[in-house]
């Protein structure tokens, strides 16, 4: 079992930034696959980013390739979120997930296992 805890949202002007983290429980943190998504009103829950477990690979949505960087800290049992530029349409409650799959595509809600309670980003213009 993994317990999964977002911090870091909050409200920032239009081309800010913000850092997600998201602290996991369990030893076995460091073999997850951990991955961001986000969900804004009204809408389904979309893909950000994912890290595999070592955090050699690193993949992103289009939309926010450039701005968002992912990273782990297997020692800490945390994943983080580094956003800038940060737009508008950006504005989302933020969840952190934990797979424990070796091989998927990690770009789908369905691949986790585990989620934070999530965290809210406003971006305000």
């Known amino acids: 079992q993994v317990q999964l805890v977002e911090s870091g949202g909050g409200l920032v002007q239009a081309g800010g930034s913000l850092r997600l983290s998201c602290a996991a429980s369990g030893r076995t943190f460091s073999s997850y696959c951990m991955g961001w998504f986000r969900q804004a009103p009204g809408k389904e829950r979309e893909f950000v980013a994912y890290?595999?477990?070592?955090?050699?690979?690193?993949y992103y949505a289009d939309s926010v390739k450039g701005r968002f960087t992912i990273s782990r800290d297997n020692a800490k049992n945390t994943v983080y979120l580094q956003m800038n530029s940060l737009k508008p349409e950006d504005t989302a409650v933020y969840y952190c997930?934990?797979?424990?799959?070796?091989?998927?595509?990690?770009?789908?809600?369905?691949?986790?296992?585990?989620w934070g309670q999530g965290t809210q980003v406003t971006v305000s213009s």
């Open positions: 997930a934990a797979s424990p799959k070796l091989y998927a595509a990690f770009k789908y809600v369905y691949d986790y296992n585990y």
């Open positions: 890290i595999i477990w070592s955090g050699s690979s690193t």
